[in-house]
């Protein structure tokens, strides 16, 4: 067992979270490589470790590890819930609106939760979700090639 595998059986036993296959697997694959995965690739990459793993399993997992805080999930508007490992902090998200690539941003000033409203309506204000919204340096390049295309052929 590695390490980090480890850290996260502490961590689901701490949260209250039996330690099953499933959830080893679903949890690691949403801490993996590529964060901000959605559902399908989280089960992709699932059932790589496991073999067999039903979209059920998946989603059911994925809603025990939000409910304890062990992961998040963020839906930027038009695109898929995607999840992330990064919890415990106030961060928010830039995301490509061609191809939804999303990375996180630190908060750029300020203490939690980075925003003040300028009207709270008698709530305790918790947290701040912020989504940036842009083209990925992928994109750009492929807008900026596509612009050029045209024009040659003009």
Request: glycine share 8%.
């Amino acid at each position: 067992m590695s390490f980090d595998e480890v850290l996260i059986h502490e961590a689901l036993r701490r949260v209250g979270l039996r330690v099953t296959a499933p959830r080893l697997a679903v949890l690691l694959s949403v801490q993996g490589e590529g964060a901000h995965r959605d559902a399908e690739a989280i089960a992709e990459a699932a059932r790589k470790r496991l073999g067999v793993l039903s979209t059920q399993a998946v989603y059911d997992n994925l809603h025990a590890l939000e409910r304890v805080g062990l992961i998040r999930r963020i839906q930027p508007s038009g695109h898929p819930a995607r999840y992330e490992a990064r919890v415990g902090d106030n961060h928010h998200h830039i995301v490509c609106r061609v191809c939804g690539l999303t990375a996180d941003v630190d908060c750029a000033v300020g203490a939690a939760p980075c925003l003040e409203p300028s009207s709270n309506h008698g709530f305790v204000v918790q947290e701040a979700e912020v989504i940036f919204w842009g083209l990925c340096p992928h994109c750009q390049q492929e807008s900026l090639s596509q612009s050029q295309g045209s024009s040659l052929h003009e």
